[in-house]
Nanobody, 125 residues
Framework: VHLVESGGGSVQAGGSLRLSCTAS????????LGWFRQAPGKEREGVAVIRSDGSTDYAESVTGRFTISRDNAKYILYLQMNSLKPEDTAMYYC????????????????????RGQGTQVTVSS
């Protein structure tokens, strides 16, 4: 399984970005997909997860601003990020759990089967 993120970049506070994660050679019966981020000098932080039944969870810090979605036909995972803040600056990673046993915000950053190489998001004030 190979995951490739795209869509990162630099934006001013209040702006928007949409991250994409393209997957190869895996079935969309995958139980859990998600995003986590890591800022310099900080620990990984779960951002959002989406399960095979379509249910979602978000970190409190992004609730109401970010939306996770998946395109089953194209094998693409998205993260729509609106009203971006400087504290959202980080490397963003998409990740996959085949069975979804740890499909929650706190455990997603460490309990994944595969992850991408990341895409940088920088938000300036």
């Amino acid at each position: 399984v190979h995951l490739v993120e795209s869509g990162g970049g630099s934006v001013q506070a209040g702006g928007s970005l949409r991250l994409s994660c393209t997957a190869s050679s895996y079935t969309y019966s995958t139980r859990c997909l998600g995003w986590f981020r890591q800022a310099p000098g900080k620990e990984r932080e779960g951002v959002a997860v989406i399960r095979s039944d379509g249910s979602t969870d978000y970190a409190e810090s992004v609730t109401g601003r970010f939306t996770i979605s998946r395109d089953n036909a194209k094998y693409i995972l998205y993260l729509q990020m609106n009203s971006l803040k400087p504290e959202d600056t980080a490397m963003y990673y998409c990740a996959l759990q085949q069975w979804g046993t740890y499909c929650n915000i706190p455990q997603m950053p460490s309990r994944f089967d595969y992850r991408g190489q990341g895409t940088q998001v920088t938000v300036s004030s």
